[in-house]
């Protein structure tokens, strides 16, 4: 029996895919399926783990009982789990598993990407691992549909592109969803400090309208979901996502989450129809994952037609960018909207703007605060609640210089109870620092 040899990083062995086969077989021969589908899943996983221990002992290789004990979760893995893919799936320190082909695979661990020394024994036992997640969702991918979004039982969400898309061989993307940070998690872990976070809670329950806005990674959802825990307990709150990441704690939570096209090609459930359809849910605020194409007009309009308080995020490097983004995505609607009635539309709908940003080490944290200071028709103008003052020594980046808190603002967070935080001067329009035109 061949064994693989043990691996540069940690010292594992591991089976070539003809002794997996090889152990399935003798596993199959003396197990009862039936018995065993009436179990658990941790039934099931440790009723195999014993039976395997009994066979590798019988007629395995000689090895240690560490590795033994390995070899038999990486059989039990690839019988019930993703394979080589599992050890990391347990790993909290892992927010992103990339698998390149069968060969490379790489992990996004503290805002860093790393490249694990580990690879599947084939290509096809690469396809066999993407074929078990797909199916789990009713979808196939094959040749002639080569791209799939799916979702594990555990809540990652899963993206798929096989050959002949991919030229070097199937992709495998895991997205996971790390456990909700507080907003006093994120003031200790430097992405924002007490001032910003305070003023941002004080926004929230003054039912402003807030866009989160980053790149890719920046930790929009994180922060998203930080905010709306200063959301009331009695209010109703309809969450609108492509996939389900927010774990909101309120209550009064509807979730609703999107469904992509089945493989006839039926059934599509976009995000823009759910936000139409939560228009009549009598929600007291709309929560939208993501904002990336038509739903974005829809999203306005609610948010001018007394659903105020709600949040979204968008993709945008800059607060001016993600202006100008939402122009954009609005105008994917099927409707056509001119111009000018777009931008009437984001002047009364968005009020603040929070840009988040990763610096050179990996680390997300708050770039901008920045609120709206044109009006009606006008050209988009932005000022600069909170801005970040780079520092690249600085232990997180630099830090947060309040600039000030236009006098609107100020009177909306009093009129809803709350205190104004301290260290933001507060300016009547004509004495706001000038505002930058956004093109």
Do not use: W
């Amino acid at each position: 029996m061949s064994l693989l040899g043990r691996s540069a990083g940690g010292g594992d062995v591991r089976l070539e895919s003809a002794d997996v086969a090889t152990f399935r077989s003798k596993l199959l021969s003396e197990i009862d399926l039936s018995e065993l589908t009436a179990l658990s899943p941790a039934q099931r996983r440790a009723r195999l783990e014993r039976m395997l221990s009994a066979i590798m002992g019988r007629e395995g290789p000689v090895i240690t009982l560490r590795e033994r004990n390995a070899l038999v979760r990486q059989l039990v893995d690839e019988a019930l789990g993703l394979g080589i893919l599992e050890p990391l799936l347990d790993d909290g320190s892992v927010t992103e598993i990339m698998v390149n082909g069968p060969d490379d695979i790489y992990v996004e661990r503290a805002g860093r990407i790393e490249k694990l020394p580990m690879r599947f024994t084939s290509v096809e036992q690469l396809y066999q691992t993407i074929d078990r997640i797909v199916a789990g969702v009713n979808r196939r991918v094959d040749e002639s549909s080569p791209m799939v979004d799916a979702r594990l039982a555990s809540g990652e969400r899963v993206n798929v592109i096989v050959p002949p898309l991919a030229l070097n061989g199937p992709v495998l993307t895991i997205r996971r969803f790390p456990q909700p940070y507080t907003l006093g998690q994120l003031i200790e872990l430097g992405s924002l400090d007490l001032p910003t976070a305070e003023l941002l809670v004080a926004c929230v329950r003054a039912k402003l309208n807030l866009v989160i806005s980053g790149g890719t990674g920046s930790g929009k959802t994180t922060m998203l979901n930080a905010l709306s825990s200063a959301i009331p307990d009695d209010e109703r709150i309809v969450t609108i996502e492509d996939s389900a990441e927010l774990k909101l704690q309120q209550p009064h939570v509807v979730r609703l989450e999107a469904r992509p096209a089945n493989t006839e090609g039926s059934g599509l459930v976009s995000i823009r129809d759910l936000v139409r359809n939560s228009l009549r849910m009598r929600p007291d605020r709309i929560i939208v994952g993501e904002v990336r194409g038509g739903e974005t007009l829809d999203m306005l309009q609610a948010m001018n037609t007394g659903h105020e308080g709600s949040l979204a995020t968008v993709h945008a490097n800059s607060a001016d960018d993600s202006i100008v983004r939402l122009e954009t995505l609005a105008s994917m609607s099927e409707v056509p909207v001119p111009s000018d009635t777009l931008r009437d539309q984001i002047n009364s709908a968005i009020e603040v703007v929070v840009q988040l940003s990763r610096t050179a080490g990996g680390r997300r944290r708050v770039s901008e605060v920045a609120t709206l200071a044109s009006r009606h028709r006008e050209q988009f103008r932005l000022a600069s609640i909170v801005r970040l003052d780079v520092d690249p020594d600085h232990p997180h980046g630099g830090l947060l210089r309040p600039i000030g808190l236009p006098a609107a603002i100020a009177d909306r967070i009093r009129r809803s109870g709350q205190r104004v935080p301290g260290g933001f001067p507060v300016h009547g329009d004509d004495a706001m620092p000038a505002a930058r035109e956004v093109s």
